[in-house]
């Protein structure tokens, strides 16, 4: 059931509300037990109308609203290898290229 068919039921309820009204006010000898369930059977129409177009008022249309997970891009991610590898002069504490043969800040000779 789409949300224009459940607005017609919806409508249709209270159209029959109002004509079994009508006709129970226009017709007094009428049958009261009758004017009850034409009046009750339009606030069922009415109610199930109603709580069908409640349901497409919070559920969202089908395909409307998509949210993906889009994983960051790989070159973004530095791999572990081309982390710059770094070794700490043990005189004077400076860092270092790791194949560096001097310290620059103190000329210590690093062993290798
Ligand atoms: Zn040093």
């Known amino acids: 059931m789409d949300e224009g068919t459940a607005r017609s039921i919806t409508i249709l309820g ?3 509300i109002v004509i079994f009204v009508v006709v129970s006010q226009a ?3 009428l049958n009261l037990a009758l004017s009850f369930t034409g009046i009750f059977s339009g606030i069922i129409l009415l109610l ?3 709580n069908k177009i409640a349901d497409y ?3 969202p ?3 409307g609203i998509q949210v993906s997970y889009q ?3 790989q070159q973004y991610i530095t791999p572990y290898s081309q982390v710059p590898q770094v070794k700490y002069c043990p005189r004077c504490g400076a860092i270092n290229r790791y ?3 001097f310290c620059p800040y103190c000329d210590y000779k690093f062993s290798s």
């Open 14 to 16: 209270v159209i029959v």
């Open 57 to 59: 008022a919070i559920k």
């Open 71 to 73: 994983p960051p891009p």
């Open 27 to 29: 017709f007094p000898s």
């Open 99 to 101: 194949d560096a043969q």
């Open 48 to 50: 199930f109308g109603l």
């Open 61 to 63: 249309a089908e395909g």
